[in-house]
């Protein structure tokens, strides 16, 4: 039998199950366990290590083992394990080269396609590399699958009866991501998606990590030296771990002579990790503002990730909702799960109910345009929508535009993806240029198409009217992020600008709350709010104090009742 295995590439850990007589099972590796370490380790003979074996060095090898690269999925970021470099890509690919040599000696045949599981919130570059990781261990991947989704398959959610609306709350060791799913007479529809790429319990770890530092008086150099670093990230894993099932915990080791010893206990964390909190409440905000559906129609709350084990995050969750969770499974296996059973799906196992599934497209994707001010001068760098993020895939919209000038040759369609107001604070997709042989384009007006599929692959068709001409980029994935080199380098420059009136404390509060809220909202709400805020800066670049203080009451008073309109009341009174 040509068996399809559902594999979970965690950011700490993997897993690999199968659909089997009418259910899913999880594969245990050359260990066991069912949880292979996401860890990759060079020994000393040259050889490589993965999954617990590769863990372990992470104390004694720091140099020669790399962890938490799924982080970097989708970026050009080199990870230098002993004397090499690799891309994320290749140290997933060797993650999973050992999930599916596991899975072939438990099945006892060829394993050569799989559905792998990545986060909701996951960008097209992500989801790219992470097809690039599964070629490169000799797996065809039979689809991606959310993990959301893979979530509430695993609780079949898909087998109940009638209409059944659900959240799924995912946070894993790196990434963090929230669905609202409907499911109504065999059609799985996701109707809104959420989620932050760089939070995950290794940050509620590195709280624990940057407290007993400062408690404990410990320097730069000692914090910085790899097998300290490395000991002490296992501690204040452990000391996390211990207060999901205790009420204290204690982080104590030894390390060049000296004792170092800090107590925690569920309060403390709470306080500690009040930042990361706040971070995990926004896309859950998000996602049910997006989705416009009430909280009290919400069937379940279902939970999935290890890092939804810490008590603080699961009384947060029952706090938002009203309600508790469901916790029936594992929440470390409820993924892979997930996956065996798409597994299933996939090979019609007739245990199975069919069950159709739509996605969305998880950010918003446009076009670069120059905004036309009051007083007759353009602001140029702004986003235009033409997909909005969680708008079912696959589509196809059209907007049209104007060149600026009649005088112009030709027109630059910059394509960006993301929810920030200014390009520049969003991800650069590409160019598509439209030009009539170096005439002028006059004031002919240009259809600019957007077509989205369901394989994350980006089309944009232009069509000028004066000539007729058709003109077409296909996007597959977006290039790679900034390194940390460029980002210091942006930093740098930055600090060396002139400081104006915007940049006072009072007045950069208000445009960043003006941003978040910009970035909340959807459609001509969002559209309006970013065209304040451009007039809002107008009146701060002009230095007129007066002017700025009679603009800035009245902007506070405007954002005010913005958020006020955009606020969620839940159940017990809490506001979100």
């Keep these: 039998m040509n068996h399809i295995v559902g594999i979970d590439l965690g950011t700490t850990n993997s897993l690999v199950a199968v659909w089997e007589d009418g259910k899913p099972r999880l594969i245990p590796n050359s260990l066991g366990e069912v949880l292979t370490p996401s860890c990759v380790s060079v020994d000393e003979d040259g050889s490589i290590l993965v999954g617990k074996a590769a863990r372990e060095r992470l104390q004694t090898h720091p140099q020669a083992t790399a962890a938490v690269f799924k982080r970097f999925m989708g970026s050009d970021k080199a990870i230098r394990v002993g004397k090499r470099d690799f ?19 438990a099945l006892g045949t060829e394993v050569s396609e799989a559905i792998i599981t990545v986060p909701a919130y996951f960008s097209d570059a992500q989801r790219k590399a992470t097809r690039d990781a599964a070629r490169l261990a000799g797996l065809k991947v ?28 995912d946070l894993g060791g790196g990434t963090f991501d929230v669905s609202v799913l409907d499911l109504f007479e065999g059609v799985m529809e996701v109707r809104a998606t959420a989620g ?17 530092c400062r408690e404990q008086d410990i320097s730069d150099k000692l914090r910085n030296e790899p097998r300290f670093a490395q000991l002490l990230h296992a501690r204040a894993e452990q000391a996390k771990r211990t207060l999901s099932e205790s009420p204290t915990a204690t982080l104590a080791f030894d ?14 964390l709470d306080t500690l990790c009040a930042p990361l909190l706040a971070r995990l409440r926004a896309p859950v905000e998000r996602a049910l503002r997006d989705a416009a ?37 594992n929440p470390d296996e409820v993924v892979a799960l997930g996956a065996a059973v798409q597994a299933g799906l996939k090979m019609r196992d007739q245990a199975l109910k069919e069950v159709v599934m739509t996605d969305v497209a998880p950010y918003s994707m446009g076009v670069e345009v120059a905004m036309q001010l009051g007083d007759g001068s353009r602001s140029s760098g702004h986003m235009d929508p033409v997909i909005e993020r969680n708008t079912t895939v ?58 989205y599929d369901v394989n994350g692959l980006l089309q944009i068709d232009a069509v000028a009217h004066g000539t007729g001409t058709s003109y077409n980029l296909l996007i597959e994935s977006a290039p790679g992020l900034l390194d940390e080199d460029e980002i210091a380098a942006s930093l740098a420059r930055l600090a060396s600008l002139k400081i104006h009136p915007r940049d006072r404390l009072q007045y950069r509060t208000l445009l960043a709350r003006a941003e978040r809220l910009y970035q909340q909202l959807r459609g001509d709400t969002r559209q309006w709010l970013g065209m304040q805020i451009t007039g809002y800066e107008q009146v701060l670049d002009s230095q007129d104090s007066e002017r700025i203080a009679v603009q800035t009451r009245q902007f506070t008073e405007l954002l005010d009742h913005v958020e006020r309109q955009a606020t969620i009341l839940l159940p017990n009174g809490e506001t979100q």
């Design 394 to 451: 696959p589509v196809s919209k059209v907007k049209t535009y104007f060149p600026t000038s009649p005088q112009q040759t030709k027109v630059d369609l910059n394509i960006f993806q993301g929810e920030a107001r200014l390009t520049r604070e969003n991800i650069y997709l590409g160019t598509l240029t439209v030009s009539d042989d170096g005439r002028p384009l006059g004031q002919q007006p240009i259809d600019v198409r957007f077509t």
């Design 142 to 169: 039979e689809r991606l699958l959310n993990e959301p989704t893979a979530a509430a398959l695993a609780y079949g959610i898909h087998q109940r009866e009638g209409e059944t609306k659900f959240l799924v709350v």
């Design 87 to 105: 891309r994320p890509e290749e140290l997933s690919a060797l993650v999973l080269r050992a999930l599916k040599a596991d899975a072939e000696a």
């Design 196 to 212: 932050d790429n760089f939070l995950g319990g290794e940050d509620f770890v590195q709280a624990i990590v940057d407290a007993f």
């Design 255 to 268: 390390y060049d002579s000296r004792h170092y010893e800090m107590a925690l206990d569920e309060a403390r």
């Design 293 to 329: 559906i009430p909280l009290d129609e919400l069937d379940s709350v279902v939970l999935a990730g290890g890092a939804t084990r810490m008590p603080i995050v699961r009384k947060m969750i029952a706090r938002m909702f009203g309600r508790f969770p469901a916790i029936d499974l």
